[in-house]
């Protein structure tokens, strides 16, 4: 790399080298933005919290107690892309209302669709605990 500018004295320097250059797609050297390194799959997740905010019963529970066991065989029957139930940390979540909203996408949300996704969810989430 070619120095841009050099400062130092008692033998010791300091070299200040060229920023990157970027790459158009056809690989020569360009001046072409470059493409963001996060796409965002999902829509915003303050839309969706404001979504759920405004809305009295999410669940659409009608007053029905907020606790009862759902075995896994009703889980299962929700996994199609309209209709996505899953287990976490033994909690099951209708995570449908999500999906459009998910940054990594309906298709990760869709590998633990109608299944106990905790150990997914915990290698992909570490930082958050249910």
């Known amino acids: 790399a070619t120095p841009l500018a050099t400062s130092g004295s008692n033998n010791t ?75 976490l940390q033994g909690r099951v979540f209708n995570v449908t209302p999500y999906m459009p909203y998910h940054p990594g996408g309906k298709a990760e949300l869709m590998r633990a669709a109608g299944a106990d996704g905790t150990s997914l969810f915990q290698e992909i989430h570490p930082w958050i605990s249910l």
């Not at 158009?24 to 963001?36: D, E, H, V, Y």
């Not at 919290?49 to 606790?67: F, H, T, V």
């Open 13 to 87: 320097s300091s070299t200040l080298l060229k920023p990157p250059q970027r790459m158009s797609s056809a690989g020569a050297i360009g001046s072409r933005a470059p493409a963001p390194r996060f796409q965002k799959k999902g829509g915003s997740q303050f839309e969706f919290m404001k979504i759920m905010q405004l809305d009295k019963d999410p669940a659409g529970l009608a007053g029905q107690s907020r606790s009862r066991r759902i075995p896994m065989e009703e889980v299962r029957q929700h996994a199609s892309a309209g209709d996505v139930w899953m287990v």
